[in-house]
């Protein structure tokens, strides 16, 4: 009994966000002021983007981020933990979600080492209200691992479910699908991202086939973000699955099919090629079984390949 809501450390947690919209109606507001803010595009100089079953963690003091975010999502929920200034970042859509629970916290604690009097403060953005209640399984599933774990969780920001849906025409649609943090002044922000790098195909192929954990992508200490290593079979029929129309691709590889972005399909055709051309990306990507390293250039803001 660790999860905190609205000053009141919990017995039980929600078992859904209806029920704890009902009996801590504080939250309706928090989410009201999120939604108030405009959405501002970012761009990728300062930025450490964070993809699907992706976290990232990192402190004010980083010279190499200002910004740290991740956006399009729908049935995903956003998850962001603060502790004395430090920020965790992941992108859940309920898988992996226990470990890396545990490795976010664990981040910002090691983040904020001499600061032991802050409090931990957890906000959930995204799962919209859906047709089939995806999103409403990935919030059980994130409450439910902050729940158990041996801290004391403070829940700030709940803009999920009913808070973060509206009605267009007769279709129940996201309103925020992403969100930046800046972690020099600690602002939350609904955000988009045009720029998703670096490896964005690489990233987004680990995810399409299939891999069950959440990836953290940034080591502090060294002040590099880190892809991989990791493997995944070959794709059977990737020829067929590039065949197909765009509604086609949208109908059978969306959890949401009616409120994706314009350019899912697009960036769903730039995955399976890449996998297409990377059966094996121990052999042709992670050559001697090594990360990709990639470290801030300070004259452009760029994310750069460096050999680690």
Not at 178 to 183: D, H, Q
Request: proline share 6%; net charge negative; charged share 20%.
């Amino acid at each position: 009994m660790v999860l905190v809501l609205n000053g009141v450390l919990q017995d039980e947690c929600p078992m859904d966000t209806a029920s704890l919209f009902m009996q801590h109606p504080i939250y309706r507001d928090y989410a009201q002021q999120l939604l108030n803010i405009p959405t501002k595009s970012v761009g990728p100089v300062g930025l450490l983007y964070v993809g699907q079953r992706e976290m990232a963690a990192a402190a004010p003091h980083d010279k190499n981020i200002n910004i740290v975010g991740t956006d399009d999502a729908t049935t995903c929920i956003i998850v962001v933990v603060r502790h004395s200034g430090a920020v965790a970042l992941a992108h859940f859509d309920g898988t992996g979600v226990d470990e890396a629970v545990c490795t976010m916290v664990a981040r910002v604690q090691e983040l904020a080492l001499g600061y032991p009097e802050g409090r931990i403060e957890l906000q959930l953005i995204g799962g919209y209200r859906d047709p089939q209640s995806y999103g409403e399984e990935v919030f059980y599933n994130i409450m439910q691992s902050f729940h158990k774990h041996h801290l004391e969780i403070d829940l700030t920001q709940a803009c999920v479910g009913e808070l973060n849906t509206v009605l267009r025409g007769d279709v129940n649609c996201p309103i925020v699908y992403g969100v930046g943090v800046n972690i020099k002044t600690g602002e939350i922000f609904p955000a988009a991202f045009p720029e998703r790098g670096p490896d964005r195909e690489l990233r987004d192929a680990r995810i399409f086939m299939g891999a069950q954990n959440v990836l953290d992508i940034y080591d502090a200490a060294l002040g590099m973000l880190r892809i991989g290593p990791f493997n995944y079979d070959p794709l059977r029929g990737a020829d067929l699955w590039l065949a197909q129309s765009d509604e086609f691709l949208l109908q059978h590889l969306s959890s949401s099919p009616d409120v994706e972005p314009p350019h899912f399909a697009m960036h769903r055709r730039s995955t399976i090629r890449f996998i297409q051309e990377n059966q094996f990306p121990a052999i042709t990507v992670f050559r001697d079984n090594r990360p990709r390293y990639y470290r801030r250039d300070e004259a452009t803001g760029f994310w750069s390949l460096v050999r680690y």
